[in-house]
T-cell receptor, first 114, second 113 residues
């Protein structure tokens, strides 16, 4: 019974490159959430997706960031033209439904921008 | 705009004693509250939750109390064990124009043997 999987676990990018983070939800879960955690801070909501739909992207920067959850395959968080301030841990979580459900988190991807 | 606040960044407790972690929220539309535990280099794991129709929920050594009038919740761990040393996040969700979950900044708990 695999949990939420994220890859890569660590990603190093130079300024200006693209970062692509992947998340496979738990089996049977169709709701995916992305969070960012900066050093010494809490988890900041970025985006909430269901299969093929973005439900809430109010926490995602308008520029350079995008997310998708296609019908087949993992959810992808894409950061274009990365800057040093994008260095953070990015966590994906999944749940079986919307609303009053706990979320199950993956181990995170630690992005370092040099 | 911090809708969920954990004002104590850290807490140190002796093994066997009670740990009390506090959380305040501002949005009265929140109606479901959760606590997550996080070890270094791992993702948060769900610990316990409470619906706004209750004022207490207990699961083994963990009890969450909710005071809706004060917009305050707390997590009690008794007895505390060294393995409980971790960062604890309070989170809240509800029909706030979306169903996103808002997390507090976390409290780092140290349980000393």
């Amino acid at each position: 019974n695999a949990g939420v999987m994220q890859n890569p676990r660590h990603l190093v990018r130079r300024r200006g490159q693209e970062a692509r983070l992947r998340c496979s939800p738990m089996k049977g879960h169709s709701h995916v959430y992305w969070y960012r955690q900066l050093p010494e801070e809490g988890l900041k909501f970025m985006v909430y997706l269901q299969k093929e739909n973005i439900i809430d992207e109010s926490g995602m920067p308008k520029e350079r960031f995008s997310a998708e959850f296609p019908k087949e395959g993992p959810s992808i968080l894409r950061i274009q033209q990365v800057v040093r301030g994008d260095s953070a841990a990015y966590f994906c979580a999944s749940s079986p439904g919307e609303g009053l459900y706990e979320q199950y988190f993956g181990p995170g991807t630690r992005l370092t921008v040099t | 705009d911090q809708q969920v606040k954990q004002n104590s960044p850290s807490l140190s407790v002796q093994e066997g004693r009670i740990s009390i972690l506090n959380c305040d929220y501002t949005n009265s539309m929140f109606d479901y509250f959760l606590w997550y535990k996080k070890y270094p280099a791992e993702g948060p794991t769900f610990l316990i939750s409470i619906s706004s129709i209750k004022d207490k929920n207990e699961d083994g050594r963990f009890t969450v109390f909710l005071n809706k009038s004060a917009k305050h919740l707390s997590l009690h761990i008794v007895p505390s064990q060294p393995g409980d040393s971790a960062v604890y996040f309070c989170a809240a969700s509800g029909d706030t124009g979306g169903f996103k979950t808002i997390f507090g900044a976390g409290t780092r708990l140290f349980v000393k043997a």
